[in-house]
């Protein structure tokens, strides 16, 4: 089982006391990667949610970093909601109306970050994530999958049923996953500068945005310019070479 380390926030509005966990980072050889750069442990994603709503007030606050005195890892003396009524503000992401709700909470947000780029940045990733979710786990609907008798064919026939009413919505909702990642492209190109530490995994990150939107072309150019060849980028390229623009399992 996944080991947490308990931390506890208070809301500045109206002082309710909200409970979260935070993964152990001895954990991460249990970790699953996708080449949109979402990485789960045990099936929880690592990512920290800055943006809470508190549960008590819907009042919304931004935690920049989990550390003191904004979050407290003491528990206190008092009445708090569980982690469940405010993370992904307790959308239930395991179904498919779960995602969607997600991806519109991230579309509210976005109308209340002004002039924040860094901000617009975390939120937008996390939108094309939540699109993603739709059609992550298509693998798992394929006939392979089934014989690899990592699920009974009960589970894999209701499985494989969410799966394709998630493509559905990944279609009706395919132009707003676009122009998710064109705004978020843009924001992305040119901010790094190779001195930067994030310049090499915001790379990555703009050639799997071109990848998804069917631009080949120009991630196997930004592929050419890269000297060296990991598992990740060799598996980036071969999906742009077979033209395939959905996101996939990279390592799990």
Known sequence: MINFETFYIKCPHCGSYLEGHLVRSEMVNKSVLFSDGKTLNDNYITEQQKLVICPACSHWYWIEKYEEPVVSY?????????????RFFGVRFNTNQGKIA??????????????????EIYMRRLMWWAFNDLVRNNYQGKLKYLMSGQMSFNVWRKNRQKLLEGRKLFRKYHNEYVANMKALLVML???YTPDDE??????????????????????QRMLDAIPRRTHYIANIENEVQKRHDFVFLVVG
């Open 102 to 119: 997600l991806v519109n909470h991230y579309k509210k947000a976005l109308e209340v970050i002004k002039d924040d780029v860094d901000k």
């Open 74 to 86: 003491e528990k206190p003396n008092a009445t708090f909601y569980n982690w469940n009524h405010w």
């Open 198 to 219: 994030e310049y090499e995994s915001s790379t990555l990150e703009i050639i799997e945005l071109y990848r998804e939107m069917g631009d080949y072309y120009e991630a």
């Open 189 to 191: 190109k040119g901010r």
